[in-house]
């Protein structure tokens, strides 16, 4: 390197500063980002942004979408100022306004429906985690339609079965560390894709590869880009993911396998257990999931001798019918064999139940006006077209795309159309959804404000400062809520807090995990470890903090669901294996899980992604394309009863025969007939949570060409 060149990177140095910022999208592994910042002429410019080689998950790597973060936050789609909608609903076409207008617009409306004898529950606030920060993602807003008297949203759409199910058998969402992966001699990884959704816990599993010879197995009907890595790949029909479990206990018992200590200290209902499991056999197994019945003999004789052994367990397989229950079943697992004992034992779904944060204070429940009634998001489609007493009139939607996202697209479009709906969409992007507003409201990205993001893949709070100040008029939602609170007159101090005073609030708290944990090591170190042990071994020694402090292979509460307390097997709803019923006419079982490059439906407006992605598409098996004159590249009409779509077929085995596979979320303006996935997919519930059902789903293909 020259002179001069040394030269200008010490004027660069000395005009770049560091932030310590946090990734806000919902995913496990919240990673803590590095932001560069420039100060420049026209003001400051964030000019790169990586992740931080020392916080123990994120490991220095970002995964392509966040380390592409400044093409989100710059691009020239980005909303800068607020709109009033001029075209029809759907058509996209808009007008500027001031912040004064629009707020005053929408408090005017707002107060008309309140005062209207329909009252204020005929407004619906509609958001997910598009950030999962506690301030921008679960704070002003819940406090503002708390204290509105707005219908109350059950925010269902992702994980609330699976959540449920893990409870019943295990008492709260909290797992093996992903940090303790490593020493593992033998990974299951159950209806999850880590290479796509859950990154930075591969290099943990390929540390226990290289360093303990560990077996990787992957259990899931596609053949992933994890599955395509592991040593085994295992493909059970869908939803049929609680009897491949039955079958393992069913063996391990056989042949006495089980750890006799563990089950008489620590859990509950082996008996019964052991009861239920005895006709599944390998035989009965493979006729009810697929898989071969000497695979499941092979995979429960491995998993009880080799020790530790870890199952990474997802939120892909409970989007089913019985995906509370296969949850259950399988989180059943580890303790038969004893394997929470060791280190880098036991399973994973979330760790997100070990933060014991003051969401009280943070969401205000004390503010709710009476006893309003909850709507399920899943049944957005419903709530819009159907719901009565008082219908919906107004609906506001942050941090989330529906009209992308929500399934049965053509009831929730149907409901969006609708002329005497008011809505109003805050939002980085024209998002689908965003079309049918009659307001819209720009809101910055993780660079443009403050927040503590909560994860749900390892065990450490994060922070994120602010990098830059907000793009163009953008606001963060808790200013944009803050503002709307005053103009409706909520003069409680809730409604001027700072949000790191929203933040110090949620930290109140007594629980001996948040020792240590405060809002100035937060913001000064970017993240706190929970004041847990290391290693974190949570369930060596029981210690479940279920009602009876055991592991519960029989939980009483469930029988109030009309549910089998005994751990067992419940059947997907459309897409069980056979030829009866509705399988004669749609033969074709669907899942449509994340795109590697998207996230939901987030990054899928932006070029790079859409170019990685290529087009919107669906892999079926060679066998199920045959019959049907599908050729690879053919386009194809997918339908049911509930819709149709046009995607082009990739013809692979990548799926198994039986199955196919469209990678999702996609935007309507983005696929060749402006359809989506989730035309196909229905609002039914899951059996436990009220979750949503995306992966029980049948179709049949034709093709077009
Ligand atoms: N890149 C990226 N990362 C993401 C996301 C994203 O969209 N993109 N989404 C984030 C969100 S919101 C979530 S909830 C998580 C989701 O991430 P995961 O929990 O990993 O869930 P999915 O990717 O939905 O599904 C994982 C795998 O389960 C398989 N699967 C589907 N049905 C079944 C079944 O019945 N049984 C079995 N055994 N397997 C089944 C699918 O084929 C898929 O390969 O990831 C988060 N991370
Ligand atoms: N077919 C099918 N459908 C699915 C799934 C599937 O696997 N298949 N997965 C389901 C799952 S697991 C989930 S979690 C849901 C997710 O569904 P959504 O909650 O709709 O998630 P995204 O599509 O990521 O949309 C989040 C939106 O929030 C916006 N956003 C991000 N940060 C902010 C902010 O600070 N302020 C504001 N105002 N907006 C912000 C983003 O720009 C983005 O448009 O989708 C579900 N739908
Ligand atoms: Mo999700």
Known sequence: MGESDQTIMAVE????????????HDCPDTCALLVSVEAQPSGERAVKVVGNPHHPTTNGFLCKKVANYLERTYSQDRLLHPMRRIGQKGEGRFERISWDTALAEIVERFKAIGASPLGPQAILPYSYAGTMGLVQGQSMDRRFFHRLGASLLARTICSTAGGAGYKYTIGEKIGTDPENFHRARLIWIWGANPITSNVHIWPQILRAKKENGARIVVIDPFRSLTAERADQHVAPWPGTDAALALGIMHVIFREGLQDRDYLDKYTSGVEDL??????????????????????????????????????????????????????????????IVGAWREAGGGILLSTSGAFPLNYDALERPDFIVGAPRTVNMVKLGEALTELDNPPIKALCVYNSNPAATAPDHAKVVQGLRR?????????????????????????????????????YGHYYLMCNNPAIPPLGESKPNSAIFRRLAARMGFNEPAFQQSDEEVAAAALQSDHPALRGVTLERLKAEGWVRLNLPTPFLPFAEGNFPTPSGRCEFVAPALEKLGLEPVATYIPPREAAHGVQGLAQRYPLALLSPPAHSFLNSSFANLPRFRRDEREPSIFIHPNDAGPR???????????????????????????????????SIWWRRFSPDGGNVNQLTSQALTDMGDGGTFYDVRVEIAALE
């Open 629 to 663: 004159r599908i050729k690879d590249g053919t386009i194809v009409r997918v339908f049911n009863d509930r819709g149709e779509l046009r995607l082009r077929a990739l013809v692979s085995d990548r799926t198994r025969d039986g199955v196919a596979v469209a990678p």
């Open 274 to 335: 052991r009861r239920q499991v005895e006709p599944w056999t390998p035989e009965r197994t493979a006729a009810e999931t697929g898989v071969n019945a000497s695979t499941i003999t092979a995979l429960a004789l491995e998993y009880a001798t080799t020790r530790p052994a870890a199952i990474r367990i997802n939120y892909g397989l409970q989007r089913h019918a019985g995906g509370g229950m296969a949850v259950r079943t399988i989180s059943g697992l580890p303790a």
């Open 419 to 455: 002329q005497d709906l008011f809505t109003v969409v805050l939002e980085h992007f024209q998002t689908d959804t965003a079309d049918f507003a009659d307001i819209v409201l720009p809101a910055t990205t993780q660079l443009e404000h403050f927040d503590v993001v909560k994860p």
């Open 13 to 24: 140095s000395a005009s770049i500063k560091t932030i310590r910022g946090a990734c806000p």
